[in-house]
Structure formats: C-alpha cells, structure tokens
C-alpha cells in the first residue's frame, strides 16, 4: 500500500535557506559598496598624476607655472611663452592646451566641485589647492574625508 503522504519542504528548512541567503546578500553588498569607493579613490589619483603632469609641461614650456586667478584659461587654452590665452593656436600661441578641462572632484565632501583655491589648508566650496610658486596640486578636502584604507585624501 502506498504512503498519500507528500514530500516538501519543512518551514524549518526553507528559513535556514532564506538565513543562508542573505548572508550572502550582505557580504556581495558589501564587496560592491567597497569597489565603488576604491574606483573614486583611483580616478582621484588618476587625476591629481594628470594634472601635476601637466603643470611640469607648462613650466618646462613657460618658465613658471600657471597663477591661481588664471589657473583655468592657462591650462585648457593655447598660451604664449608669457602665458597669455588665446581659443585657437597661432604663431603667437604655440603651447598648450594642457587639459581639455579641470577635472571635477570624483569623491568627498567637494565631490562635483572643478574650482581651484590657493593656499595649503582646506578652503569649502572649491574642488582643488593649487601653489602657484611650487607647483603643488592637491584635493581640496578636510582632514576627515579618508579613503578606504583610511588616507587623509588631501595628502595623495
């Protein structure tokens, strides 16, 4: 004689698979959430190499590096040996440009923000510290805003 019972699952059984899951769940979260930090992290040193490249290739074509109040139109227009602008190249203005244009801060509390301040503490409201007499090019960002690792980014 057969059993009419059926086979299935117990509710104990399918609550250990639902635990199981989103175990996983928050370890494949996690594993993202750190990925997209990293890539920031990179595309910030990234920019930060770009620039600080480029700033060296005016100043062997100019003799000094960009001012601060110019700092833009210096850098993404074509100059002359005095550093004057102008939107096309000519005989008068053969370098350059160096950038197509400042890039925009990829993380931290002046994400979004492609403004460059002087001076060598954290100024609010502006994307990146420039030195116009060395030639030092860094995040804008307070002390408080780390990587993952937890590296002041305004010290790369």
Same mark, same amino acid.
């Given at each position: 004689?057969?059993? #009419?019972?059926q086979r /299935?699952f ?19 979260i996690?594993?993202?959430?750190n990925?997209s930090?990293?890539?920031s992290? !990179?595309?910030l !040193?990234?920019?930060?190499r770009t620039?600080?490249?480029q ?7 100019? /003799?000094s590096?960009?001012t ?6 210096q850098?993404t227009?074509y100059?002359?040996r005095?550093?004057?602008?102008s939107?096309?190249?000519n005989? =008068? ?16 509390t002046?994400?979004? !923000?492609? #403004?460059?301040?002087?001076g060598? =503490?954290?100024v609010?409201g502006f994307g990146?510290r420039?030195? #116009?007499? #060395? /030639? ?8 408080? $805003? !780390? $990587?993952?690792?937890?590296v002041i980014?305004?010290?790369?």
């Amino acid at each position: 004689m057969r059993s #009419s019972r059926q086979r /299935g699952f117990t509710l104990i059984e399918i609550l250990i698979v639902v635990v199981i899951l989103g175990i996983l769940a928050t370890v494949v979260i996690g594993v993202f959430a750190n990925a997209s930090g990293d890539a920031s992290a !990179k595309a910030l !040193k990234e920019d930060l190499r770009t620039v600080r490249a480029q700033l060296q290739f005016y100043l062997a074509q100019h /003799g000094s590096y960009p001012t601060v109040a110019t700092f833009e139109q210096q850098m993404t227009a074509y100059t002359d040996r005095d550093g004057n602008t102008s939107t096309a190249p000519n005989a =008068a203005h053969p370098f350059g440009p160096y950038l197509q244009t400042v890039p925009r801060m990829p993380l931290g509390t002046e994400k979004g !923000k492609e #403004s460059v301040t002087d001076g060598t =503490a954290y100024v609010p409201g502006f994307g990146w510290r420039y030195d #116009s007499t #060395s /030639g030092q090019f860094f995040a804008n960002l307070p002390d408080t $805003d !780390k $990587d993952g690792d937890g590296v002041i980014l305004n010290t790369y």
